[in-house]
């Protein structure tokens, strides 16, 4: 797949929903692997809820973590970190690509595909 062809912003509520998964959907799977890691292991031993309460399709850490009167603000705060980090590193990558497929211009990206 070209540099061009896959949009960039599927990526970033992948990334809300459980760490990871936008770098793994960009193609970065070691990356992803990494964030996902890490945060299962702040859901694991620094967050009260269970690892798989947190995977939920039906109910995402995020929405769970902004219902204020349901959890503790030490309960959900490092877990939600590693998730706004990895947005923000998502953010990151996908601006960069972005950039340098500006620079390269049109003619070499066709070319290399």
């Known amino acids: 797949m070209s540099e061009l062809s ?6 970033y509520p992948l990334s809300a929903l459980v760490a990871g998964l936008g770098h793994c959907y960009l193609g970065r799977w070691k990356r992803g692997v990494i964030w996902f890691v890490c945060y299962g292991l702040a859901l ?5 809820r269970s690892l798989s309460g947190a995977l939920e399709p039906g109910d ?6 902004l219902q204020f009167d ?7 705060a ?6 706004l980090i990895c947005l923000l590193d998502v953010y990151l990558i996908g601006l960069t690509e972005r950039t340098e497929a500006l620079a390269t211009g049109p ?3 066709h070319s290399r595909t």
Do not use: N, Q
């Open 78 to 83: 490092v877990p939600l970190a590693i998730l």
């Open 60 to 65: 995402p850490f995020v929405v769970t973590a």
């Open 6 to 11: 896959r949009p960039v912003w599927p990526s």
């Open 70 to 76: 349901a959890v503790s603000y030490t309960e959900v």
């Open 44 to 48: 694991a031993f620094l967050s009260a």
């Open 107 to 109: 003619d070499e990206i």
